[in-house]
């Protein structure tokens, strides 16, 4: 799947055609065919891995960390990975949700995206329940907007200051919804 993520990373869902993954996985069409069922699936598949591997909530919302400081390191580490390599700026799936609500790859981004949005709102309901909504809709917010920073071509370093000044705001939503 890392190829498949590479490609769909660098030129997005629409930009891939089947010909290039199959060229670029050394098989056949019709060997793809019954392995991944089709393009949507297979992107399907490359997004569930790139969410579980990258930045990975389980790794990072561990129960005994405070919010602020787990959050905090979300968010440096996103900055980080957002915009360490030229070629794969941004997070996948924050990117492949800006699309038509029609396109099945813009549904499946967003289905992907809200898994990680509830396990944040779960890992913040654990220390204050009445700010997991807006802390959880603050976070998806600042990410999409580090992704988009990064696809722009903002350094790690900016990204970086963006995380950290953001985690003042993490903490100002916990201390006004208590």
Do not use: W
Not at 16 to 25: D, K, M, R, S
Not at 118 to 142: G, L, P
Not at 164 to 174: D, H, K, P, V
């Amino acid at each position: 799947m890392n190829t498949g993520q590479q490609m769909f990373h660098a030129k997005g869902y629409e930009a891939v055609g089947i010909a290039a993954i199959t060229e670029t996985l050394g098989i056949t069409p019709p060997s793809f065919y019954k392995a991944f069922g089709s393009k949507t699936l297979y992107f399907e598949s490359v997004l569930q891995r790139y969410s579980k591997s990258v930045l990975a909530l389980e790794e990072i919302l561990r129960p005994e960390r405070p919010v602020v400081e787990a959050l905090t390191d979300l968010l440096e580490r996103a900055a980080r990975t957002y915009g360490k390599n030229p070629q794969q700026r941004g997070c996948l799936v924050l990117e492949a949700v800006r699309g038509n609500d029609s396109q099945e790859e813009v549904v499946i981004a967003r289905r992907v995206a809200e898994v990680r949005r509830k396990q944040i709102r779960e890992f913040v309901s654990r220390e204050n329940r009445h700010a997991a909504a807006a802390v959880t809709d603050y976070m998806a917010s600042v990410m999409s907007g580090l992704s988009a920073s990064a696809r722009e071509g903002a350094s790690v370093p900016r990204l970086l200051s963006i995380a950290r000044a953001a985690s003042a705001g993490i903490a100002e939503l916990l201390h006004l919804h208590r």
